[in-house]
């Protein structure tokens, strides 16, 4: 049986290897591709989406641009990661924006759930949660109705964009504290499971032989981001953090998880935006919320190549 999936994105070059994955694995469904303004602008990742798909002949699948801005503070994108496109130094055609999905983003995640049989669609957004936080506001009744959510982002120990916040949760710390809150299972694929998906050099090297546009998109999505992260995080091999969470969903048996109630600090004037996860074992009885804690590289190395392999 296949799992069903909306992917809620900001391309960007993890979510391109995420995009990859969840396009091909022969047990994913992916209903829809909606975006958020988050690694570069709303404009820019929309964009990436497009050319992603124009790539990879899966214009079928609607794409829906959504929120251009957190719920409270303006965006602050990492471009200094990600480059002045969101995907620099990857040569992508064109994006044909006629190719839009008319609807908001907001709309698309609404209208596929609620048209979708109950317990069947997984929500995995890759990048701020505006998009799912609005869904949920807007129409509360997809929190009974979604099978899981499954995210990218938060950690319970060293953050990114601060000492102990992720960026994604970081940027929109309120949307964050929305879907952590609203009582569905989310599981958070945060920092400390997405390190050990670190694209070293002979990881690096098992696309080279991938004669396809698949297979070139991530060559040079991978040295680009290799690059960048040597320069910047003084980190040999970068990890693909987005790709985990559409792993997880294709197959749990890559990914360990254990129940933990997880609250968003919106206050600290120095922990804002920090995933505070209590993994005390006498605090996840009832516990609706997850994380991530263990990897089995390999085998997430071995789903990649092979779902990147069956693409043009």
């Known amino acids: 049986m296949t799992t069903k999936l909306l992917l809620d994105c900001d391309p960007g070059y993890d979510d391109a290897i995420a995009l990859m994955l969840a396009y091909a694995h022969p047990e994913l469904e992916l209903l829809a591709v909606t975006t958020v303004g988050g690694n570069q602008s709303l404009d820019k990742v929309t964009a990436n989406a497009?050319?992603?798909?124009?790539?990879?002949?899966?214009?079928?699948?609607?794409?829906?641009?959504?929120?251009?801005?957190?719920?409270?503070?303006?965006?602050?994108?990492?471009?200094?990661?990600?480059?002045?496109?969101?995907?620099?130094?990857?040569?992508?055609?064109?994006?044909?924006?006629?190719?839009?999905?008319?609807?908001?983003?907001?709309?698309?995640?609404?209208?596929?759930?609620?048209?979708?049989?109950?317990?069947?669609?997984?929500?995995?957004?890759?990048?701020?949660l505006t998009n799912i936080a609005l869904a949920v506001r807007l129409e509360p009744r997809i929190v009974e109705r979604v099978k899981e959510v499954v995210l990218m982002g938060g950690a319970y120990a060293m953050g990114n964009a601060s000492p102990v916040a992720e960026f994604n949760v970081f940027t929109d710390p309120?949307?964050?504290?929305?879907?952590?809150?609203?009582?569905?299972?989310?599981?958070?694929?945060?920092?400390?499971?997405?390190?050990?998906?670190?694209?070293?050099?002979?990881?690096?090297?098992?696309?080279?032989?991938?004669?396809?546009?698949?297979?070139?998109?991530?060559?040079?999505i991978l040295t680009n981001f290799a690059d960048t992260y040597r320069r910047l995080r003084r980190m040999d091999g970068p990890p693909v953090h987005d790709a985990c969470a559409v792993a997880l969903v294709a197959d749990p048996s890559l990914v360990a998880c254990e129940p933990a109630p997880v609250t968003v600090e919106l206050h600290g004037g120095a922990t804002r935006g920090m995933t505070v996860a209590d993994r005390r074992p006498d605090r996840a009885a009832g516990a609706t919320t997850f994380v991530a804690t263990q990897l089995a590289v390999d085998r997430f190395w071995d789903l990649a190549f092979d779902c990147i392999g069956r693409l043009p």
């Open 174 to 220: 309120e949307a964050a504290h929305i879907v952590f809150d609203a009582g569905w299972k989310v599981t958070m694929v945060g920092l400390d499971l997405t390190h050990q998906a670190r694209a070293y050099e002979p990881i690096r090297r098992r696309f080279n032989d991938l004669d396809s546009a698949a297979g070139r998109m991530t060559r040079e």
């Open 50 to 128: 497009l050319s992603i798909a124009q790539a990879l002949g899966k214009t079928h699948i609607p794409i829906a641009r959504g929120a251009d801005r957190p719920l409270v503070e303006p965006l602050r994108d990492a471009s200094f990661i990600h480059g002045a496109t969101g995907l620099d130094g990857v040569a992508l055609p064109a994006p044909d924006f006629a190719l839009l999905d008319s609807r908001h983003a907001v709309n698309v995640i609404i209208d596929t759930v609620m048209q979708e049989p109950a317990g069947t669609v997984t929500l995995v957004p890759t990048g701020p």
